[in-house]
């Protein structure tokens, strides 16, 4: 079982950037697909990005060329680095783990360890 913490969340104006980090503990972490995910209230949990042992990335249509994910497999950690943050982004921002084949790589159904959410709030 992987346990998982998300940290870096926080208030930021329009345009301003903020980088998450979700540091796991326990094994094989390489061998794991690592999503982000976000939801706001009201809203159901929706995919931001992925990235897989390939290291090869995925994102959302709404944050592809602001958002970067990337995975440091020795510390065990993946980052979200959000840049031209917009309102909204505006949202709690889950890390999970996977195996999923390419084609469910979006499907929140597909991720089984999840943080404990980190809140991101983007002011006009």
């Known amino acids: 079982q992987v346990q998982l913490v998300e940290s870096g969340g926080g208030l930021v104006q329009a345009g301003g950037s903020l980088r998450l980090s979700c540091v796991a503990s326990g094994t094989s972490f390489s061998s794991y697909t690592l999503g982000w995910f976000r939801q706001a209230p009201g809203k159901e949990r929706e995919f931001v990005a992925a990235i897989r042992t390939t290291s090869h990335t995925y994102y959302a249509d709404s944050v592809k060329g602001r958002f970067t994910i990337s995975r440091d497999n020795v510390k065990k950690t993946v980052y979200l680095e959000m840049d031209a943050l917009k309102p909204e982004d505006t949202a709690v921002y889950y890390c999970?783990?996977?195996?999923?084949?390419?084609?469910?790589?979006?499907?929140?159904?597909?991720?089984?360890?999840w943080g404990q959410g980190t809140q991101v709030t983007v002011a006009s």
């Open positions: 999970a783990t996977s195996r999923a084949v390419l084609s469910a790589i979006r499907n929140p159904d597909m991720y089984y360890s």
